[in-house]
């Protein structure tokens, strides 16, 4: 999550600017046949009909070039194109307020025949959903079991609705949908990534209040879209994740959670890296004898009104809580072991004019969107380069910070001796101001101990009543690695051992049909984790088709390939911010390696994920023999 964290590809539809509210798309490859089929169903529907040159985007389901073995034919041209694509403004009908929503529509929707998937798991002697034979008749089996309910859990959901697919169920341990942004209800949460741009592309929202969204709107907006595209029959809310062991004899996962279990082909870990907070293991924090409290685990009944209160930590939820609470507060301090580069954040109220411009002009807020994701690409370039970093994005922090606090003691414990993008770069308008307002206090370093309602920091000893721990999330160990279990019986944990690493932040060797959404080295520095997460969703339906298409019962990474991979991120890594910036940060383990960021632009993850290379994976298939013997049990 872009800011509330101490961290911290394509659409299902396309369109055609000037196309009506729903036009049936026609390219210009489409054979005389395919367009005539094309053009009596749209009249059938009432539709018109729109040329255009790449109007349905291919998704292959193999990459042609690099694919082995034998291929099945390709369906019909005429029931391939038979796709009607929807204004992305209106996919899921959050614009202009409309409450009710226009489902994004799926190849074979208005024919009533069962997908090509069902088909498959049918003729098989599956089902679509529920119970698969040769299990226990109380397991139920899924094709596609996802573990999350947040951005990716949710993305990784619309997505396979849209291809068709709805063999499928969301664990959310929780009582709702959110992820981190349900987890973090602290004063003044929200993001720091444009609102546009923090947001599905194939689910725009013309209700963002402000330029950055809150955390009130972006939750919002998670429980609009989880409504318009209709996932809470798919969602098993209070089912946390115990245990996830695969099945080698027959090919799928054994997932046990909180109040039940299943088996499922494939499992999805859409958990992300901010869900476990990371508390100090301080020496009496036990026996505090004030309240203690998380920021990702905010309690609402707690008031801070006239209060003596320390906050631990520096990152990015501290700078927007601090600003939240210090006006109410008796007396405040902030526990400050490095100081973060803070840029101005360029907030505002969105006005009249630009909400009908969102809501009116066919395209613009895609075009904002794109411009606003092309534009920050620029930054990785400073990022590989810390000398250019200085002379830019950290000489603008330098100038805030000058701006805002006067000379003297303040200011040079404020100031980082390390380049602006080793540790992530904050931004607030409000933070320093904060911490110059009278009766705060910043310590410089870290908090050693706590005795009685005393903070020890060094020489510094000071009594309060709430103690805020801004510490960020255990994000480089992922806690959930413990629960799952690959092929070898050892846990995914265990496998990361030296090094969390995923081919493409996306799959494990050892683990079959495993994948993960925002997996090792997928997070951002500089752009939004939406544009992470609908690549590595597009690249899922990719294996899911190439499994369909070649009677795949498992895929699993080969390790050449892992660790291929690896290296040419290692390298990556070489003179950036993030190895020779100086500073000790968040993205890395405690061996100095980092698993955590994208070194590289957003768009190359695009295009190395834009289709499943078969010839990257060990491939087990269903053989005849195996499929009469399913059939039979």
Same mark, same amino acid.
């Given at each position: 999550m872009?800011?509330?964290?101490d961290?911290?590809t394509?659409g299902?539809s396309?369109?055609i600017?000037?196309?009506?509210e729903t036009?049936c798309i026609?390219?210009t490859s ?5 367009? !005539?089929?094309? /053009? $009596?169903?749209?009249?059938?529907l009432?539709? #018109?009909l729109?040329?255009?040159?790449a ?10 070039v690099?694919a082995?073995? #034998? ?6 041209a005429a029931a391939?194109?038979?796709t009607?694509?929807?204004? =992305?403004?209106?996919t899921?009908?959050?614009a202009a307020?409309?409450?009710?929503a226009?489902p994004?529509?799926?190849?074979? &929707? +208005?024919v009533?025949e069962?997908?090509?998937d069902?088909?498959?798991?049918t003729?098989?002697g599956?089902?679509? =959903?529920?119970?698969a ?5 109380d397991?139920?089996h899924t ?5 999350g309910?947040?951005f ?21 341990r929780?009582?709702?949908v959110g992820g981190t ?5 602290? #004063? ?7 609102s ?13 209040r402000? *330029?950055?969204g ?8 998670l429980r609009? *879209? ?5 996932l809470?029959?798919h969602?098993?809310?209070g089912?946390?994740?115990e245990?996830?062991?695969?099945d ?7 997932v ?14 859409g958990t992300g890296?901010?869900?476990?907070p990371?508390? #100090?293991?301080l020496?009496g ?5 004030g309240?203690?409290?998380h920021?990702s685990?905010?309690?609402?009944t707690l008031?801070?009104?006239g209060?003596?209160v320390?906050v631990?930590?520096?990152g990015a939820?501290? !700078?927007?809580i601090?600003?939240s ?5 008796a ?7 490095t ?7 360029p +907030?505002?109220?969105?006005?009249p004019g ?5 809501r009116?002009v066919?395209?613009y ?5 794109? /411009?606003?994701?092309?534009?920050r690409e ?10 250019l970093?200085r002379?830019t ?6 100038? &805030?910070? &000058?701006?805002t ?6 200011r040079?414990?404020?100031?980082p ?9 904050l931004f607030s308008n ?5 911490l110059?307002?009278?009766?705060? +206090?910043?310590?410089a ?6 005795h ?11 009594d ?5 721990f801004?510490?960020?999330?255990r994000?480089?160990?992922r ?10 019986g050892?846990t995914?944990?265990e496998?990361w051992?030296g090094g ?5 932040g996306?799959?494990?060797a050892?683990f ?7 997996g ?5 520095g ?5 544009v992470?997460i609908?690549?590595q ?6 294996? $899911?088709?190439c499994? +369909? ?5 498992a895929?699993e990474?080969r ?9 040419m991120?290692?390298?990556r /890594?070489?003179g950036?911010v ?11 383990d ?6 955590s960021v ?6 190359? /993850?695009?295009r190395m994920?834009?289709?499943f ?10 053989s005849?023999r195996?499929r009469?013997l399913?059939?039979?049990?």
């Amino acid at each position: 999550m872009e800011s509330i964290s101490d961290s911290s590809t394509s659409g299902a539809s396309g369109s055609i600017d000037g196309a009506p509210e729903t036009a049936c798309i026609c390219s210009t490859s489409t054979s005389r046949v395919g367009i !005539i089929a094309l /053009f $009596l169903c749209c009249r059938a529907l009432g539709r #018109p009909l729109v040329g255009s040159a790449a109007a349905v985007p291919r998704q292959p389901s193999c990459n042609p070039v690099r694919a082995t073995g #034998p291929q099945e034919p390709a369906p019909p041209a005429a029931a391939a194109l038979l796709t009607v694509v929807l204004r =992305s403004e209106d996919t899921i009908g959050l614009a202009a307020g409309r409450d009710e929503a226009r489902p994004l529509r799926r190849r074979g &929707h +208005d024919v009533d025949e069962p997908s090509a998937d069902e088909a498959r798991r049918t003729n098989s002697g599956g089902a679509p =959903s529920g119970h698969a034979p040769g299990r226990p008749g109380d397991v139920p089996h899924t094709r596609v079991a996802i573990v999350g309910a947040g951005f990716s859990g949710l993305g990784t959901a619309i997505r396979l609705l849209a291809a068709g697919r709805d063999d499928f169920v969301v664990l959310e341990r929780a009582e709702d949908v959110g992820g981190t942004w349900r987890e973090n209800d602290y #004063p003044g949460a929200a993001c720091d990534v444009m609102s546009l741009l923090y947001s599905y592309s194939f689910a725009p929202s013309t209700e963002w209040r402000r *330029t950055f969204g809150t955390r009130s709107e972006i939750l919002e907006y998670l429980r609009r *879209t989880t409504d318009a595209f209709g996932l809470r029959p798919h969602i098993r809310f209070g089912h946390a994740l115990e245990r996830a062991r695969w099945d080698d004899d027959r090919k799928l996962w054994h997932v046990t959670t909180s109040r039940g279990a299943w088996t499922a082909d494939v499992l999805v870990l859409g958990t992300g890296y901010l869900s476990e907070p990371a508390v #100090p293991d301080l020496p009496g924090l036990e026996g505090f004898e004030g309240t203690v409290v998380h920021s990702s685990r905010w309690d609402p009944t707690l008031d801070v009104r006239g209060k003596r209160v320390a906050v631990v930590g520096t990152g990015a939820s501290a !700078i927007q809580i601090i600003p939240s609470i210090q006006p109410d507060v008796a007396s405040l301090t902030v526990y400050q072991r490095t100081p973060a580069w803070v840029a101005p954040k360029p +907030d505002k109220a969105i006005g009249p004019g630009q909400l009908w411009l969102r809501r009116n002009v066919p395209g613009y807020q895609r075009f904002r969107r794109e /411009f606003n994701k092309r534009g920050r690409e620029i930054v990785v370039g400073l990022m590989a380069r810390p000398d250019l970093m200085r002379k830019t994005l950290q000489s603008s922090a330098l100038a &805030h910070l &000058h701006a805002t606090v006067p000379e003297g003691p303040l200011r040079d414990a404020l100031t980082p001796d390390y380049v602006a993008g080793c540790k992530r770069v904050l931004f607030s308008n409000t933070y320093y101001q904060a911490l110059t307002s009278p009766g705060v +206090d910043v310590v410089a370093a870290g908090v050693d101990s706590v005795h009685g309602s005393s903070v020890l920091a060094g020489d510094d000893v000071r009594d309060v009543d709430v103690l805020v721990f801004a510490t960020g999330f255990r994000s480089v160990e992922r806690p959930v690695a413990r629960l799952v279990e690959g092929a070898d019986g050892r846990t995914l944990a265990e496998h990361w051992a030296g090094g969390a690493s995923a081919y493409l932040g996306s799959t494990v060797a050892g683990f079959p049909n495993l994948f993960l959404v925002l997996g090792p080295n997928t997070a951002l520095g500089h752009s939004s984790q939406t544009v992470m997460i609908e690549a590595q969703v597009g690249y899922l339906l990719s294996a $899911l088709r190439c499994m +369909d298409d070649r009677s795949v019962a498992a895929f699993e990474v080969r390790t050449e390939v892992q660790d291929r991979f690896d290296a040419m991120l290692r390298r990556r /890594f070489t003179g950036t911010v993030w190895e020779d910036g100086g500073c000790r940060s968040w993205y890395a383990d405690a061996s100095g390696r980092n698993p955590s960021v994208w070194p590289m632009t957003t768009a190359r /993850f695009a295009r190395m994920t834009k289709s499943f290379v078969p010839s990257d994976y060990q491939l087990t298939t269903v053989s005849a023999r195996a499929r009469d013997l399913v059939t039979e049990r």
